[in-house]
């Protein structure tokens, strides 16, 4: 089973920036296309972006393309999203999960374990 740990939320300011990280403990991550997801209160979990186990494509929902990016270092066995532009509708535990996928795409559906999530606040 993978064990994914995400770190690197906080309370930030509208407009604000924020880079959350996915960690993988025992076990070599750069197998697996990854995926984040995010939870607001009251609301389903929804897909926010994933990349292909390579890095050479990546995914975004449309509420978040143009301002969050997808990237990884498989040498860190770590998967990171940069969170720009941020606005209070970004409030949400953010999570990431390996994904379904292919050699050259994506999708947000999620296949294997949730982690613990962390937590993006962004309010005034």
């Known amino acids: 089973q993978l064990h994914l740990v995400e770190s690197g939320g906080g309370l930030v300011q509208p407009g604000g920036s924020l880079r959350l990280s996915c960690a993988a403990s025992g076990f070599t991550l750069g197998y697996y296309a990854i995926g984040w997801f995010r939870q607001a209160p009251g609301k389903e979990r929804e897909g926010v972006s994933c990349?292909?186990?390579?890095?050479?494509?990546?995914n975004y929902a449309a509420a978040v393309k143009g301002r969050f990016t997808i990237s990884r270092d498989n040498a860190k066995n770590t998967v990171f999203l940069q969170l720009n532009i941020l606005n209070p509708e970004d409030t949400a535990v953010y999570y990431c999960?390996?994904?379904?996928?292919?050699?050259?795409?994506?999708?947000?559906?999620?296949?294997?374990?949730w982690g613990q999530g962390t937590q993006v606040t962004v309010s005034s």
């Open positions: 999960a390996a994904v379904i996928a292919s050699d050259t795409m994506c999708l947000m559906i999620p296949s294997g374990s």
């Open positions: 990349i292909t186990s390579s890095g050479g494509s990546t």
